[in-house]
Nanobody
Framework: QVQLVESGGGLVQAGGSLRLSCAAS????????ARWYRQSPGKQRELVAA???????NYADSVKGRFTISRENAKNTVFLQMDSLKPEDTGVYFC?????????WGQGTQVTVSS
């Protein structure tokens, strides 16, 4: 059974930082692509960052230079380091990973950035 468990969300002032974690079980993040999505109030869920099994990363234009996705293979965990946070970064952040069978989602973690 695949599980993705996010943590690290919270309330932070604009300009601050947060680090999100996504601990995976039942799926190897070293062999599959992991992604972070966010859903902001009134908006569709959007892709924020992704990392392939080989380590290639890509980011939404809105977060380039501020967010960094990384992975710790020994813990089968991906991280999203978020710096210089803006109020528009507010939303629920979801971890996603997919293998050949299906796509899996975590339960999400709330990030709120106050102005």
């Amino acid at each position: 059974q695949v599980q993705l468990v996010e943590s690290g969300g919270g309330l932070v002032q604009a300009g601050g930082s947060l680090r999100l974690s996504c601990a995976a079980s039942g799926i190897s993040l070293r062999l599959n692509t992991a992604r972070w999505y966010r859903q902001s109030p009134g908006k569709q869920r959007e892709l924020v960052a992704a990392m392939t099994g080989s380590g290639t990363t890509n980011y939404a234009d809105s977060v380039k230079g501020r967010f960094t996705i990384s992975r710790e293979n020994a813990k089968n965990t991906v991280f999203l380091q978020m710096d210089s946070l803006k109020p528009e970064d507010t939303g629920v952040y979801f971890c996603n990973a997919n293998d050949r069978i299906q796509s899996y989602w975590g339960q999400g973690t709330q990030v709120t950035v106050s102005s």
